[in-house]
């Protein structure tokens, strides 16, 4: 008997394509293709510490910030908040605030994605 494994939230994993852009997310491996180019699942590094990471309890949610560089070559693409049960995702543009307000209920892995430096999360 097949069991489907898809049904844990916690093994999204996040493609980006290389010439367009497009974000793509999936709850297990997939075979994805944009414009042309096979993509591979990007594989999240943990956090350094330059980035410094806040996050504030505003209201019902949490407000969170990250010291990144929002230039039109260098910046935040999107972060995603990922629990057992559900994908929060906020997409972010240069020039823009590298922010985002997540409902954080239970534990879960913050994934950021910075065009130079790739995907990257942290625990909460």
Do not use: W
């Not at 996050?55 to 560089?69: G, S």
């Amino acid at each position: 008997m097949d069991k489907n494994f898809s049904l844990n939230i916690m093994r999204s994993k996040f493609y980006v394509c290389p010439t367009c852009n497009n974000i793509i997310h999936s709850l297990n491996e997939a075979e994805i293709s944009c414009c042309g180019n096979s993509l591979k699942p990007l594989i999240a590094k943990e956090i350094d510490e330059h980035y410094n990471i806040t996050i504030e309890k505003v209201e019902d949610e949490h407000f969170i910030t990250v010291n990144h560089p929002m230039t039109k070559e260098h910046f935040i693409s999107f972060m995603a908040y990922v629990t057992f049960d559900k994908v929060q995702f906020i997409k972010l543009y240069p020039e823009g605030n590298a922010e985002a307000r997540f409902n954080l209920r239970g534990k879960g892995n913050l994934y950021i994605y910075c065009n130079i430096d790739g995907l990257m999360k942290i625990k909460i």
